[in-house]
């Protein structure tokens, strides 16, 4: 069998976006593909039946589209502050219209052949004569936090606002204001009613939401809910009643699952207890571009969670929830197609196809894109463990090294998820299975902290580097005794939460041979000032804040424990990272390499918090390429 390589990547299809037409007779869906020498992706759209699918047309970088009608599409690409829209026909390819909307827009819901429902991040005084964005070259003013997003984008005092805006007059109108900022909304056809959320623009984001509707018929707007008193996920209007997604998040801070609440009369009454994960919280590093995972399907409200391994399509139907289907695998995108669940499905030993899943749960694949990408190529089959640690039940995977031989011995690598409230399953990850082709064991698991039973398990607040540290330990132990492997060639790696354990784990233990860190929390007091999440992030997780409870945030930051690491360190970091800022390698890069110890820091431009994910081809590349010769370097 040939050998995966890191490279080998770039040959991927990644699939997204699917889309039925309004008749139900075809959908539509975005393959993209790395494109290295441009050092971009490239999207192209096809449509299909079910039975073969049809190259539509190049979207170049921007798959974003939606269908206008049954036998075209409309697709929208943002420009120098402009939205370009084009109407295409499927079959001839022809563009039947093109029109320009004067603001950049972030979606379009169509309501009729003219309108459309479009949401927008702007400036309050974008719509004013004088307004000019060229000064921003020279200095950033800064009233608001978040002050800046994840990517290198400074926020500018930009809030989400909805419009009514007609395709043949070019006249728009704003439904909502800039004295608040828009959340969600859901348009009702059959009342031609408009309803949506919006938190109070005060220049500090929070999350407790008020309910309005718009009356497309009068142009009014009402007040529906104004308490204040829930984060609302997602407005769900059924059987003429109004439902909503929301939560507390009292009892497990901002991480609190939702439940299901009527409106009605001004006041939220809890109809169904949900307070499990409401989203694929599976990770990996082959997939690319977005798609619905919530729809209204005949006044049934279905959604996708994660629970304990694998994904589920749920459906609440007013009064309870119910399981749909629950694959084997990850459902990464999912539409009906005649009354078919459509998905983008990623398997253990599988890169992305288009399936129909059935209620008994079997797939079906309907697309051939991936197959040749790991034909003939050693593609290691995770096998499960069950353990236990402090009387909780966790779940972990390990993959087998190529050319396996029984009497021999192996090095290892641990592997941590990010968030912590992600999880890991045994879907296909590239960089753990290049890893298992270069001759290593591979091992990961879903310590507490992560999205797999709930509120409870998920709960770690005040608690990092605490049980979730005991949890990974115990399955190292686990491991290491069932296993062939060295235990002195042992490299541990990890993003995001997962690049905060790894710097925990080796500011706590030397029993780990080499490490990666990557996109790392180091210093929760600095990240508290810095993160576009940190000023509640960090405060919620680790239960404290930096000018009352300034050591219990300190306890729990890596860096005060820093004085103990001995293991050599690789740092991988992105300099447009705003949710992990790059300042948070700059502290510990600087005290491991002031006392000594061998490091390294990969300083990525021009790139953000989501690098391993969908960072540029060549970057993307660089990463792999330099955390593989770190492990070789010192454990292999």
Known sequence: MKKLINKDFLNYNYLSNVNT???????????????????????????????SHRLVMNLKESP?????????????????????????????????????????????????????????????????????????????VIETIPFYSNGGTFTRGKTNQIFIYDLETGDFEQISSFDEIVSNYRFVKKENIIYFTSIPNTGITTFYDSVYIYDLNTGQRKDVYTEKEYSIADLIPLNNKLYVFASTLKEHGINQNNDFYLLEDGDLKQVAEFSLSAWNSIGSDVRLGGGTSRRIHHNKFYFVGTYHKTNRL???????????????????????????????????????????????????????????????????????????????KLDGWILFPKDYEEGNTYPAILDIHGGPKTIYSDVFYHEMQVWAN??????????????????????????????????????????LSKYPIDPSRVGVTGGSYGGFMTNWIVSHTNRFAAAATQRSISNWISFYGTSDIGYYFASDQTDANPYE???QMWEQSPLKHAQNIETPLLFI????????????????????????????????????????????????????????????????
């Open 21 to 51: 037409s309004p008749n139900g007779q075809l959908f539509t869906f975005v393959k993209a593909k790395a494109n290295y020498d441009d050092n971009k992706y490239d999207h192209q759209l096809y449509v299909s039946d079910g039975l």
């Open 64 to 140: 974003y589209h939606i269908w206008y009608n049954d036998t075209s599409i409309l697709r929208s690409n943002v420009n120098d502050n402009k939205t370009k829209v084009e109407i295409i026909d499927i079959n001839t390819k022809e563009v039947l219209k093109t029109t320009e909307i004067p603001f950049p827009v972030s979606s379009l819901k169509k309501i009729s052949d003219s309108q459309f429902i479009v949401s927008a991040s702007l400036q309050p005084d974008f719509f004013d004569d004088d307004f000019s964005e060229h000064d921003y070259d020279l200095h950033e």
């Open 314 to 392: 749920y459906v609440f139907d007013g009064e309870t929830v119910e399981i749909v289907i629950e694959p084997e695998g990850s459902i990464d995108h999912w539409e009906f197609y005649k009354d078919t669940i459509l998905a983008v499905h990623l398997d253990s030993t599988r890169l992305q196809e288009l399936a129909f899943i059935n209620e008994a749960n079997q797939i079906e694949l309907i697309s051939n894109f991936n197959h040749s990408n790991l034909e003939n190529y050693y593609v290691a089959k995770p096998e499960y463990i069950e353990f236990e640690n402090d009387g909780q």
């Open 438 to 479: 270069d001759g290593y064991f591979v091992f990961f698991a879903n310590p507490r902290g992560g999205d797999v039973y709930g509120n409870d398990f998920a709960d770690i607040r005040g608690k990092y580097g605490t049980i979730d540290y005991d949890d990974l330990m115990a399955f190292t132990d686990l491991v």
């Open 549 to 551: 409870k300034h050591e």
């Open 573 to 636: 970091h992105a300099e447009q990272d705003y949710r992990c800022p790059v300042e948070q390698a700059m502290q510990l890069y600087t005290i491991v390499k002031e006392k000594g110890v061998e490091t390294r820091f990969i300083w990525f431009k021009n790139e953000n918090h989501d690098l391993s994910r969908t960072g540029s081809p060549k970057n993307r590349l660089t990463r792999l390429e330099e955390i593989q010769n770190w492990m070789n370097k010192h454990i292999k």
